[in-house]
């Protein structure tokens, strides 16, 4: 048996015979590392196993019918709603979030959620079994049914699921678990790809719930071969917004459910904890609701409409070029939409600094939020406040018009929630709204374009 150095890319598992700075294959940086084959004919093979058996009869597409899924919930209801209504057997899950969001905690409270209702099995190769005991004495649930270990070698982990039979295994983490028989460390493209492969296949056969926790790298993308996105069922990415006072989850894969929706979580000494109004987080104090350069609109993340805040800052410049600043918004759609109201509104902003934030640190990309942004910066243009009653909702458009905004209705009902008594929206979806069935109360004022969106939000002194 003869050895030899090769390099393979972190990222895509691209295999190199000598170093390079950057990845042919996926173009990565700095993302090539050393491993030592075997070659030869006497060399183990390092070829994995099969997942699943892929042996079966041919039929028809309307022969093929599958079995209701039959989910199991978590007990949080913020990620059961994320998953469709709970886990289902057999489902494999990766939980992917930066170093202290909170990764851990979350899947130890769901393990001790799900421990009623099957075998839990939590392996940490992390930390130490009194520091998962102490985690969990500090959550209240150190009574949970769950089966704890700490290992890091992949063949003791496959025997102590032997043992224990578990319904819910829940590894933390991907990158700490090796087999002894493979090249390269822990956390290497090999270790990864192989140890997750096989430990997939073992909770495939078992019909066992498989959470694997992944880190991520600087860009945010899982820390590791992208292989392991493609094996898994779910891909669950944990972040937080700008402030940390809230942890966003997000289902960027799902085999068994949505992908559309969002899990709010809030840290608190007893772990996470849903948050049920976050329309209260984006949200300034109330002596900042009649300032000049504020507007209120409603996003969606997911199917989850949510009450932001919009300020804008209008100053004379004292540069040559005047500077465009965006915070929580795309800097390319801000351009878009001054140049709009330059040339429909007769606005001269070229000698004007703009700066434009989203409250809370939240980061939207919902174009329904054009209105508010378009109505903040002439409110700070003017000196004039806006009405804190009412919210703006609404698409504009390169010709001045205001579009619809997508699933009006609930905006709409989680505003009259919080308070708000009148919106401003387009004429078409004002014309609409009897006819579609919504049932709230607000006073509803329809506009076509932009020019009579800022007649109606600030009319001119003197008239009604």
């Known amino acids: 048996m003869k050895l030899k150095a090769v390099y393979r890319c972190q990222e895509c598992a691209h295999e190199s015979p000598k170093w390079a700075g950057q990845c042919a294959g996926c173009g990565a940086w700095n993302s090539l590392t050393e491993e030592v084959v075997s070659i030869g004919k006497d060399a183990p ?3 994995p196993r099969a997942l699943t058996s892929t042996s079966s009869a041919v039929v028809r597409l309307s022969e093929a019918k599958g079995e209701a899924l039959a989910r199991v919930p ?5 990620l059961d709603g994320l998953l469709g209504g709970g886990v289902v057997a057999g489902q494999v899950l990766l939980l992917a979030g930066p170093p202290g969001i909170g990764k851990s905690t979350l899947m130890l409270q769901a393990a001790a959620g799900l421990s009623g209702k099957c075998k839990a099995l939590y392996v940490s190769g992390e930390e130490s079994l009194s520091q998962v005991g102490d985690r969990a004495r500090r959550l209240g649930i150190e009574k949970a049914d769950i089966t704890l270990a700490s290992e890091t070698d992949l063949d003791s982990i496959l025997k102590t699921i032997a043992d ?8 933390d983490s991907a990158q700490t678990v090796f087999r002894q028989d493979l090249p390269g460390s822990p956390g290497s493209v090999v270790q990864v790809r192989e140890c997750s492969s096989e430990l997939l296949r073992e909770a495939k056969a078992r019909g066992a719930v498989l959470f694997i926790l992944g880190h991520v790298t ?8 992208k292989v392991l996105e493609h094996i898994v069922d779910t891909v669950l990415q944990f972040d937080a917004e700008e402030r940390r006072m809230l942890r966003i989850l997000r289902a960027e894969k799902n085999r068994f459910g949505p992908t559309s929706e969002v899990g709010l979580f809030e840290m608190t000494q007893k772990g996470l904890k849903g948050v049920e109004n976050a329309s209260a987080l984006f949200l300034e104090e109330s002596a900042q609701k009649s300032a000049c350069g504020r507007a209120v609109s409603v996003t969606l993340e997911g199917s989850r409409p949510m009450l932001v805040e919009v300020q804008a800052l209008v100053v ?19 351009f878009t939409l001054v140049a709009a109201l330059e040339k429909h509104l007769h606005l001269r902003l070229d000698g004007h600094d703009i700066f434009v934030n989203i409250a809370g640190g939240l980061k939207v990309k919902d174009p329904a939020l054009d209105l508010a942004v378009c109505l903040a910066i002439v409110s700070s243009s003017r000196e004039r406040a806006l009405s804190h009653e009412t919210v703006f909702l609404g698409e504009v458009g390169l010709l001045g018009g205001v579009g619809r905004a997508g699933v009006l209705d609930r905006r709409l009902r989680e505003a009259e929630r919080a308070g708000f008594g009148a919106a401003i929206v387009d004429a078409r979806s004002a014309k609409d709204l009897p006819k579609s069935g919504s049932r709230t109360t607000l006073k509803v004022l329809g506009v076509e374009d ?9 009319p001119e002194k003197g008239s009604q």
Request: proline share 8%.
């Open 218 to 225: 600087k860009d945010g993308s899982v820390a590791g071969p």
């Open 45 to 47: 093979s390092a070829r």
């Open 74 to 78: 978590t007990g949080i209801a913020e």
């Open 164 to 171: 224990v039979s578990p319904g819910l295994i829940v590894l």
């Open 450 to 458: 932009i020019a009579a969106a800022v007649s109606q939000a600030l």
């Open 316 to 334: 004379p410049t004292r540069y040559p070029l005047a500077r465009r600043m965006a915070t929580g918004l795309d800097i390319n759609r801000l």
